[in-house]
C-alpha cells in the first residue's frame, strides 16, 4: 500500500501502482468524469500514471490552470496530427500550452497555411479527436530517438533531443501519431468537443532570428461547444478594446518604422494622459514621503555589471556604447536600481535619517525581439514609476504595507476592483538564477508573506517567479473581460545594497546594510495605459480623459456664447473644447459619441438666452438642461467620486 496526501491535508491509502483516475473515483463519480491532469510529487501526470510510492496529488479539471495546460497541450498533438495529414513533409517542432490556448511551430517547406485552411484542419482535428484515443507516454532511448528523426530528416526534433538525458526522453502515441514530449496529457482525445484555429504567424526557430522561420499555429479549444462560443464572443469584444486600435482612434500614440520598432511615439493627447497619470501618483507620493530624483539615460557599464543587470540583460539587449576614449563603454539604463543606489551613496546617512524614498518617472531600454513586440504592451523603451526606499530592517514591516496602501489606492481610483497579489518566490530546483546568500532570501520573503497576511490580501506563493536579486509582491488584475493582467509589484532586496556597499550609521555607532524596497504601482506607463484602454475600451475615468466636454453650438450665431462657456469651464479646470465645425448637431454628437468625450453640452438659442447648457452623456444620452454653475458642480462631483482617498 502506499499513502497518498490530498490538498486539504488528508492522507489516503491506496494499492501500490493506482493511478490518478482511481483517487478520482474513490472520491465521487462526478470528479473522476471531470478529472483531465494530476500533478504528483511536483510533477505533472497523466490520470493513468501509476504511482508506486507515498506522496501528494492534486487532481485538475479544465477550471483550474494547469487542467487547461493539459488539455490545450493535448490539442496541440491533435492539431500537428491533423495537419500532418495535409502536409505529410512537414517537419514538427514543439507544441505548448498558452495563456489562451496552445500553439504548434512548423516548418512547411515551399507549403503555406493560410486563413482560407482553417476551416478544413478544424473539420479534421474534430474527426481525429472522436476517435477517443488515448494518450501514452512510453521511454525511448536517446539512440532510438536520435535514429528516428534523423530518418525523418528533422533536425528541429534531433537539435532537442542532443541536448537531453539518456533516461529522460519519452514519446506521446495517440491514434497512430507520435512526438516528442515531457508528458501531461488528457485522458484521451474524446475530451476535446470544439476547436478554433484562431491564427498562423511566422515564428523562428527557438526565438532566433538567426535561425530557420517557421509558421506557428495558434488554436484553442475546450470541452464544450458553448464555451468556445463564448471565448470567439469575448474574442470579438477584446478586438474592439485592442489598445492599438482605441490609440490610434483617440490620436494617443503612434510607431513609426524611422524611429524604431518598440519606440512609441506619445501624441498631445497621449502625453497629456501620462502627464494626468504622472501627476496623480506624484501627489500622492509627495504625501507619503517621497523625493523626486532624475537619473540619466545611460550608465557606464561597470554600473550594471556590479548590480547583476549586465550579467541579466546585456546579451540580449542593446548592446555596449563605446565612445572615442579606449576601453570606455555605457549601455542604455535597463533598469533605473543602480542609479538610485548611487544617489544613496552620495552622503552619508545615520538611522535617524531613514526611511529615504527616492521616486523617478525613469525611461529605461531593453532589445526585445521583433516577433515578441505588441503594441505598448511589449515595447524596447518603456517609462517605470519607479522608486526605492532604503530603510532599516524594523521599518521594512512597516514601509513594505505603506506601499501595498499606495497601489491599492492607485487601482481602486483607476477602476481596477477584481484583482488577486501574488508573493513571488525563488525557484528552489535552480538557485544559481538568484544573486545573495540563503539566509536574506529567506527573510525578505517571508517579510512579504507577512505584510501581505496582515494587509489581508489575497494571495497565492509563486515559486520561481522571483526577480534575480529579490522576492516580490505582483498584483495580478482582471480587466473588464476577465483577462488577468501583471501590473504593480513591489520587491524586498538585501542584495544591491550589499553590492553597492549602501551603509548607514546605526544607533550603535556601527555601520549597517539597508534594505532596499523597489517598488512601481503602475509598473510601466506604456503597459499600464494599454491595459488601462483595454479595460475601459478607451471610456476613461472622468478624471483623467483627455478631453471631458465637448461644446456643440448647432450654428455659427452660438459660437461666441460656446466659447464664453469653454472659458468658464476652463476657469474651473475642465477641459473642454468647441466644435466648430459647419456640421450638424446629430453628425457632431455621434463624432463625441466615438471619441468617448464623456460630456457634451449643446448650446442654441434657449441655452444663450437662459445663461444654461442642454447636456448629454456619452453612452445614456440626454441628462437634462443645467446653469453653468449647476453643471461645474455635477462634474466636479462625479470627478470626485472616482478618485479614492489616500
Excluded at 512609441?264 to 509627495?286: D, S, Y
Excluded at 544617489?343 to 523617478?360: C, G, H, M, Q, T
Amino acid at each position: 500500500m502506499i499513502q497518498i496526501t490530498l490538498p486539504d491535508g488528508s492522507v489516503k491509502e491506496y494499492a501500490k501502482g493506482s493511478t490518478p483516475m482511481d483517487v478520482a473515483k474513490s472520491i465521487s463519480e462526478g470528479l473522476a468524469r471531470n478529472v483531465i491532469s494530476a500533478k504528483y510529487n511536483d510533477t505533472t501526470v497523466e490520470t493513468t500514471t501509476p504511482m508506486t510510492q507515498n506522496g501528494s496529488l492534486t487532481l485538475y479539471t479544465f477550471n483550474d490552470d494547469e487542467g487547461k495546460k493539459a488539455f490545450w497541450h493535448s490539442s496541440a498533438h491533435v492539431l500537428a496530427q491533423a495537419i500532418t495529414t495535409f502536409y505529410p513533409d512537414v517537419k514538427l517542432t514543439i507544441g505548448p500550452a498558452i495563456d489562451n490556448g496552445f500553439y504548434y511551430d512548423l516548418d512547411l517547406g515551399d507549403d503555406v497555411i493560410s486563413e482560407k485552411d482553417f476551416p478544413a484542419i478544424e473539420k479534421k482535428f474534430l474527426e481525429l479527436a472522436r476517435g477517443k484515443h488515448e494518450f501514452k507516454m512510453r521511454e525511448v532511448s536517446k539512440a532510438d530517438a536520435l535514429a528516428k528523426y534523423k530518418e525523418e530528416g528533422n533536425q528541429y526534433k534531433v537539435e532537442l533531443i542532443e541536448n537531453l538525458t539518456d533516461g529522460d526522453i519519452t514519446f506521446c502515441d495517440h491514434s497512430d501519431f507520435t512526438d516528442l514530449c515531457r508528458g501531461g496529457h488528457i485522458p484521451n482525445t474524446g475530451i476535446i468537443k470544439a476547436v478554433k484555429i484562431t491564427s498562423a504567424a511566422g515564428a523562428y526557430w527557438r526565438g532566433d532570428e538567426k535561425n530557420n522561420q517557421l509558421t506557428r499555429i495558434y488554436g484553442v479549444s475546450f470541452p464544450k461547444q458553448k464555451m468556445l462560443t463564448e471565448y470567439l464572443a469575448l474574442l470579438e469584444e477584446a478586438k474592439k478594446r485592442d489598445h492599438r486600435k482605441l490609440g490610434k482612434e483617440l490620436e494617443l500614440f503612434a510607431f513609426s518604422s524611422k524611429v524604431g520598432q518598440g519606440l512609441p511615439l506619445w501624441l498631445p493627447k497621449g502625453a497629456a494622459l501620462r502627464e494626468r497619470l504622472e501627476g496623480f501618483l506624484k501627489k500622492a507620493q509627495k504625501k507619503a514621503g517621497y523625493q523626486t530624483v532624475m537619473t540619466p539615460h545611460i550608465g557606464q557599464k561597470e554600473l550594471y555589471v556590479t548590480s547583476g543587470h549586465y550579467a541579466k540583460y546585456g546579451e540580449d539587449s542593446f548592446q555596449p556604447i563605446s565612445t572615442p576614449k579606449e576601453g570606455e563603454e555605457f549601455l542604455l539604463k535597463p533598469m533605473n536600481c543602480p542609479h538610485h543606489c548611487e544617489i544613496f551613496n552620495n552622503k552619508p546617512y545615520s538611522y535617524k535619517d531613514l526611511p529615504v524614498r527616492f521616486a523617478e518617472f525613469g525611461t529605461v531600454y531593453r532589445y526585445e525581439q521583433s516577433g515578441e513586440l505588441h503594441g505598448l504592451t511589449r515595447v524596447r523603451g518603456f517609462t517605470q514609476d519607479d522608486a526605492h526606499i532604503f530603510c532599516t530592517p524594523d521599518q521594512l514591516d512597516e514601509e513594505f504595507k505603506n506601499v501595498i496602501d499606495l497601489v491599492l489606492y492607485v487601482f481602486g481610483s483607476l477602476g481596477f476592483e477584481d484583482f488577486t497579489a501574488q508573493v513571488s518566490i525563488r525557484d528552489m530546483q535552480n538557485l544559481d538564477k538568484y544573486i545573495g546568500n540563503v539566509e536574506n532570501w529567506e527573510k525578505a520573503e517571508q517579510a512579504i508573506i507577512n505584510a501581505a497576511t496582515d494587509k489581508g490580501l489575497d494571495f497565492v506563493i509563486e515559486e520561481g517567479e522571483a526577480a534575480f536579486y529579490g522576492p516580490k509582491l505582483d498584483f495580478m488584475v482582471k480587466d473588464a473581460l476577465g483577462r488577468s493582467w501583471q501590473l504593480g509589484t513591489i520587491q524586498v532586496d538585501y542584495n544591491l545594497p550589499e553590492r553597492f556597499e549602501l551603509q548607514y550609521k546605526g544607533s550603535d555607532n556601527q555601520l549597517h546594510r539597508p534594505i532596499m524596497i523597489h517598488r512601481a504601482p503602475f509598473g510601466s506607463m506604456e503597459r499600464f495605459i494599454a491595459v488601462l484602454l483595454e479595460h475601459t475600451g478607451g471610456k476613461f475615468p472622468l478624471w483623467l480623459t483627455p478631453e471631458q466636454v465637448i461644446l456643440l453650438p448647432i450654428s455659427e450665431k452660438y459660437q461666441k456664447y460656446a466659447e464664453k462657456v469653454l472659458h468658464l469651464l476652463e476657469n474651473d479646470e475642465i477641459r473642454a473644447l468647441v466644435d466648430d465645425r459647419n456640421e450638424k448637431t446629430g453628425r457632431k454628437i455621434r463624432d463625441a459619441e466615438v471619441n468617448k468625450i464623456p460630456f457634451m453640452l449643446i448650446v442654441g438659442e434657449q441655452e444663450e438666452k437662459d445663461g444654461t447648457v442642454s447636456v448629454r452623456k456619452q453612452g445614456e444620452g440626454d441628462i437634462g438642461t443645467f446653469k453653468i454653475d449647476e453643471f461645474v458642480s455635477f462634474i466636479q462631483k462625479e470627478i470626485n467620486s472616482t478618485i479614492k482617498q489616500f
